[in-house]
């Protein structure tokens, strides 16, 4: 089948770039008349069986793409028109003109797939879920939502968060796709039953999941949305490396909406041709380091920072987009979306300045206060070569360069998913 390949890329400690997303092409008559329903999309994975169900308790990209289309949200955001966001769950909203008080309407009519109705209490209770978190649940943006203070409910479609002081980005962590609501009944029941089970509202439900193998999702005839979703359901197939491109070139897949290096590209161009068209876009791939600050050394903010500054982000970008998916140098938002910060910001920020030798002088300086100058880490990283394992060979060499030695180990999602959680490893990416 022709094929269209998007390119995406980011940034976050380097840079994102990526080429992702490979769609059937439809000819250029049909694309303006009304999409047809039916098909099944088939796409490809290279990060392999999800760490768990439940997507409050991770950050896993293939958490987005096994888990959301089970799922509704609040809000989203509008990927065409990014940073914009849309309804979801909800239908209207408004927020006071001190960003203390947050109200959504949602749609009337939502039903998780087992045919009990979606209200405010679903809401409060899966928002309540990520905030304060009950005892042996561990969620991993309590903090996106602290400033929140009380959830109320006044009916059964409206749903007000009270904040504890005025937050205007908190839409977006209203829109943040991790953020599933569950169902209040099946939480007051096991508050761990969505690490084991997929009850969602979403287009699609859980039609199987084959560990190792594949994840397939089937079309919810009573989704609130009318004529949604087109597709009759879609499969995932567990794939990585050479055979995912394999797969791609030979048709056996349609889609690949993480990304693929630019040598695969140039690869799936010279194998189709014409059948393909590469479209590049920047996306949000943030690499990041995260250290465990029980332990020491990294208790200690001196430590964090010089190891922060030791990296030198905009040669990182150059070097590593010549064979990775990473390509630009940004902060929190997509490099040259309306909200993302200008390089003349960006190079005021610490670790982010263009004189790399000055800011290595200071990492070193920091290191001898803190009493760290001869400081032997574990970088703990995930599997995939790209670019997780790219930008974690960069940064350790990054290190050596202040004299800083590294051990690098890398682990599936499952186990870093874990490691990350229970906290067990000191640093990780």
């Given at each position: 089948?022709?094929?269209?390949i998007?390119?995406?890329?980011?940034?976050r400690?380097?840079?994102?770039?990526a080429?992702?997303?490979?769609?059937?092409?439809?000819?250029?008559?049909?694309?303006?008349?009304?999409?047809?329903?039916?098909?099944?999309?088939?796409?490809?994975l290279?990060m392999?069986?999800?760490?768990?169900?439940d997507?409050?308790?991770?950050n896993?990209?293939?958490?987005?793409?096994?888990?959301?289309?089970?799922?509704?949200n609040?809000l989203k955001?509008d990927?065409?028109h990014?940073?914009?966001?849309?309804?979801?769950?909800?239908?209207?909203?408004?927020?006071?003109?001190?960003?203390?008080?947050?109200r959504?309407?949602?749609?009337?009519n939502?039903?998780?797939?087992d045919g009990?109705?979606?209200?405010s209490?679903?809401?409060?209770?899966?928002y309540?879920?990520?905030?304060n978190?009950?005892?042996?649940?561990?969620?991993v943006r309590?903090?996106?939502l602290?400033?929140?203070?009380?959830?109320?409910?006044?009916d059964?479609?409206?749903?007000?968060?009270?904040?504890?002081?005025?937050?205007?980005?908190?839409?977006?962590a209203?829109?943040?796709?991790?953020?599933?609501?569950y169902c209040?009944a099946?939480?007051?029941?096991?508050?761990?039953?969505?690490?084991?089970?997929v009850?969602?509202s979403?287009?699609?439900?859980?039609a199987e999941?084959?560990?190792?193998?594949?994840?397939?999702?089937?079309?919810?005839?009573?989704y609130?949305?009318?004529?949604?979703?087109?597709l009759?359901?879609?499969q995932?197939?567990f794939?990585?490396?050479?055979?995912?491109?394999?797969?791609?070139?030979s048709?056996?897949?349609?889609?690949?909406?993480?990304?693929?290096s630019?040598?695969?590209?140039?690869?799936?161009?010279q194998?189709?041709?014409?059948?393909?068209?590469?479209?590049e876009?920047?996306?949000l791939n943030?690499?990041?380091?995260v250290?465990?600050t029980?332990?020491?050394?990294?208790?200690?903010a001196?430590?964090?920072?010089?190891?922060?500054?030791?990296?030198?982000?905009?040669?990182?970008?150059?070097a590593?987009?010549r064979?990775?998916?990473?390509?630009?140098t940004?902060?929190?938002?997509?490099?040259g979306?309306?909200?993302?910060?200008?390089?003349?910001?960006?190079?005021?920020?610490?670790?982010?300045g263009?004189?790399?030798?000055?800011?290595?002088?200071a990492?070193?300086?920091?290191?001898?206060?803190?009493?760290a100058?001869?400081l032997?880490l574990?970088?703990?990283?995930?599997?995939?070569?790209?670019?997780?394992?790219?930008?974690?060979?960069?940064?350790?060499?990054?290190?050596?360069?202040?004299?800083?030695?590294?051990?690098?180990q890398?682990?599936?999602?499952t186990?870093?998913n874990?490691?990350?959680?229970?906290?067990s490893?000191?640093?990780?990416t």
């Open positions: 089948m022709p094929q269209r998007a390119r995406r890329s980011v940034a400690l380097l840079a994102g770039g080429l992702g997303a490979l769609l059937p092409r439809v000819p250029a008559a049909a694309a303006v008349e009304s999409p047809v329903r039916g098909r099944t999309l088939v796409f490809g290279g392999g069986d999800p760490p768990t169900y997507t409050h308790s991770s896993v990209l293939a958490m987005i793409e096994l888990l959301t289309p089970h799922y509704s609040l955001i990927t065409e990014y940073p914009t966001v849309i309804g979801d769950a909800a239908e209207t909203w408004t927020i006071s003109p001190d960003a203390r008080v947050y959504f309407r949602l749609h009337p939502i039903r998780f797939h009990s109705p979606l209200t209490e679903d809401v409060r209770a899966s309540d879920r990520i905030r978190p009950p005892p042996g649940i561990v969620s309590q903090g996106l602290a400033d929140i203070g009380e959830i109320a409910t006044p059964a479609l409206t749903v007000e968060f009270r904040l504890k002081q005025g937050n205007r980005s908190m839409l977006y209203f829109a943040n796709p991790f953020n599933s609501i209040a099946r939480l007051k029941e096991d508050p761990n039953f969505p690490a084991r089970h009850l969602g979403g287009p699609f439900r859980l999941h084959v560990a190792g193998s594949h994840w397939r999702g089937e079309r919810f005839e009573g609130f949305k009318p004529g949604l979703p087109y009759d359901g879609f995932v197939l794939i990585q490396g050479p055979a995912l491109i394999n797969a791609l070139q048709g056996r897949t349609q889609a690949h909406f993480a990304s693929v630019p040598g695969d590209r140039d690869r799936l161009i194998a189709l041709g014409s059948k393909i068209v590469v479209e876009s920047p996306w943030g690499t990041t380091i250290f465990n029980r332990r020491k050394p990294f208790d200690d001196r430590v964090r920072r010089a190891l922060s500054l030791a990296i030198d982000r905009w040669a990182g970008a150059e590593l987009r064979f990775s998916i990473l390509h630009f940004g902060a929190f938002l997509r490099p979306s309306a909200l993302a910060a200008r390089e003349a910001d960006l190079v005021t920020l610490p670790g982010y263009k004189d790399i030798e000055a800011s290595r002088v990492a070193r300086r920091l290191l001898e206060e803190a009493g100058a001869n032997h574990k970088l703990l990283n995930r599997q995939h070569a790209d670019p997780a394992v790219n930008s974690g060979v960069f940064i350790i060499d990054q290190w050596r360069r202040i004299g800083v030695e590294a051990d690098h890398t682990l599936n999602d186990a870093w874990t490691s990350i959680n229970n906290g490893r000191a640093t990780c």
